[in-house]
Nanobody, 126 residues
Framework: QVQLVESGGGSVQAGDSLSLSCAAS????????LGWFRQVPGKEREFVAA???????YYVDSVKGRFTISRDNAKNTLSLQMNSLKPEDTAVYYC????????????????????WGQGTQVTVSS
C-alpha cells in the first residue's frame, strides 16, 4: 500500500514555471513506476509524464522540452518541473504509482497505476 500527496500547484502567467512534488509513503517506492496525469472538467484524465523504476522517462508530445519528471528514491519523492507554461496546461495534476515490482507496464495507460494522489490545481493564464 502507498499513499501519495501532491503539492506545488498554483496560478501563474503563461511562460512561467512551476514545480510539482509528490510525497509517497511506504518502503517500496523505488520498486514502482511513477507517473503524472492531468484532468480538466469534462475530459478524461490524460497522461503527462512517467518515470520507470529504471529511471527511463516518457512524455506526452505536448510537454516535451518543457516538462521534466524526476524521482528521488531516498526521499520517496516524485517531481515535475514545468517550464514555459501555456494556458492549455491548466488542469488538476495527479501523481500515480504502480504496484511494486510490476513488470508489465504501459506508461501512458491509467489502468497500470494502482495508487493516486488527491490532485493539485495548476492554472495558467494568458
Amino acid at each position: 500500500q502507498v499513499q501519495l500527496v501532491e503539492s506545488g500547484g498554483g496560478s501563474v502567467q503563461a511562460g512561467d514555471s512551476l514545480s510539482l512534488s509528490c510525497a509517497a509513503s511506504g518502503r517500496t517506492f523505488s520498486s514502482r513506476h511513477l507517473g503524472w496525469f492531468r484532468q480538466v472538467p469534462g475530459k478524461e484524465r490524460e497522461f503527462v509524464a512517467a518515470i520507470a523504476r529504471t529511471g527511463s522517462t516518457y512524455y506526452v508530445d505536448s510537454v516535451k522540452g518543457r516538462f521534466t519528471i524526476s524521482r528521488d528514491n531516498a526521499k520517496n519523492t516524485l517531481s515535475l518541473q514545468m517550464n514555459s507554461l501555456k494556458p492549455e496546461d491548466t488542469a488538476v495534476y495527479y501523481c500515480a504509482a504502480t504496484n511494486a515490482y510490476t513488470n508489465t507496464y504501459v506508461y501512458h495507460n491509467r489502468s497500470f497505476y494502482m495508487y493516486w494522489g488527491q490532485g493539485t490545481q495548476v492554472t495558467v493564464s494568458s
